[in-house]
């Protein structure tokens, strides 16, 4: 059996050229493991489970691993001597570091530190999403709003960690999608998945349906699609909704499937977020062959105007987003 190939032994050969994105990697790797683990013994620390007691800018309640996730991955950035700013979902607004060395990085990270929120406290998949980026702002100066608000087409990697029942890391540069597992025993992600392609065509349609009469009449037209004998299959797909969206995109890039947040009537844009959630996981996406849209656009062209702003989300095997897009014109 030929030797399990180290997240850092397949970055040095990967990405030789490029020693800052090496540095960028190695932050993510290594605050994810010690998130891994905080996750891990979540029911056992009273100071980890359970609401913050505050609202972040969105007006959703913290959860407190939220916020040990914010700090265990900003702390990472900032300490990582390339990233000069970062912007995040439990932050209002942009953090640009200070120190000279961060000034003089070339990157800067968006990220959902803890996407799932709702399923922290009950032991179901959450996971962590994450975009970089390289600024537009001079080298040497503090990172400012521009860097943060370019389109999905400039990410240089992008990424999440699934804490499932195991804990996964699958990230691109832009030549594919590799995926890497956690080693609990020697504290290691090692590649498993390698060059992921998502299933052309797939069984499962994962949408909040308690939404179903807050969307537009014409989805619930592709719904009822997914549901009958008149599909490409003839027979009823499989309804698959965690409410985390890494782990039903992660089921999806395996098994092939849809994935629909759409513009509902409580969050007219969509409740999604662009840059640190819509974003990373429509390049993942595309680059295994999937694709990613607002139902009407490629989500990856749209131009961002707000740190958090959201849009609606068709995500996942190409034939069926482009069947669901079909039905919304
Ligand atoms: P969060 O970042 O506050 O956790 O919100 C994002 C999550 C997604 O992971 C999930 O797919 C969706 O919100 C669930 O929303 P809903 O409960 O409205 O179905
Ligand atoms: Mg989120």
Redesign the pocket.
């Known amino acids: 059996m030929p030797e399990a190939i180290s997240i850092a032994d397949f970055t040095l050969v990967n990405h030789a050229s490029d020693e800052g994105l090496i540095h960028v990697i190695n932050a993510i790797v290594s605050a994810a493991t010690g998130l891994s683990k905080d996750i891990r013994n979540a029911g056992l620390e009273d100071h980890i489970l359970g609401a913050q007691g505050l609202d972040n800018v969105q007006g959703?309640a913290q959860q407190k691993l939220d916020l040990v996730a914010d700090n265990a991955f900003i702390a990472a950035f900032q300490n990582c001597g390339v990233v000069c700013g970062i912007a995040s979902?439990e932050n209002d607004d942009f953090v640009a570091f200070a120190s000279q060395e961060s000034q003089n990085g070339k990157y800067i990270v968006l990220f959902?530190p803890l996407?799932?929120?709702?399923n922290i406290d009950v032991n179901v998949s959450i996971g962590t999403i994450f975009a970089v980026y390289r600024r537009i702002s001079p080298t040497g100066t503090m990172a400012v709003l521009e860097d943060m608000l370019q389109p999905g087409t400039q990410q240089v990697a992008a990424g999440y960690v699934l804490y499932g029942s195991s804990t996964m890391l699958v990230y691109s540069t832009g030549n594919g999608v590799n995926g890497f597992t956690l080693d609990t025993v020697l504290n290691k992600f090692f590649l498993s998945h390698p060059m992921m392609k998502m299933p052309e065509m797939g069984r499962y349609y994962a949408m909040?349906e308690g939404n179903i009469n807050e969307c537009e009449p014409a989805l619930k037209d592709y719904i009822a699609y997914c549901q009958s004998h008149q599909n490409d299959f003839n027979s009823p797909y499989s309804g698959r909704y965690i409410?985390?969206?890494v782990a039903?995109f992660h089921r999806n890039l395996i098994k092939g499937g849809i994935y629909i947040?759409p513009a509902v009537f409580a969050h007219p844009m969509g409740?999604?977020r662009l840059l640190y959630?819509c974003n990373p996981l429509a390049f993942i996406a595309e680059q295994a062959g999937g694709l990613a849209t607002t139902g009407r656009e490629r989500i990856l062209s749209v131009q961002p105007q707000q740190l958090h702003q959201r849009v609606p989300y068709f995500i996942g095997s190409k034939s069926m987003v482009q069947k669901a897009m079909s039905f919304l014109k």
Request: charged content about 45%; overall charge negative; proline content about 0%.
């Open positions: 959703e979902e959902d996407d799932g929120s709702s909040n409410g985390s969206l039903d947040y409740r999604l959630e």
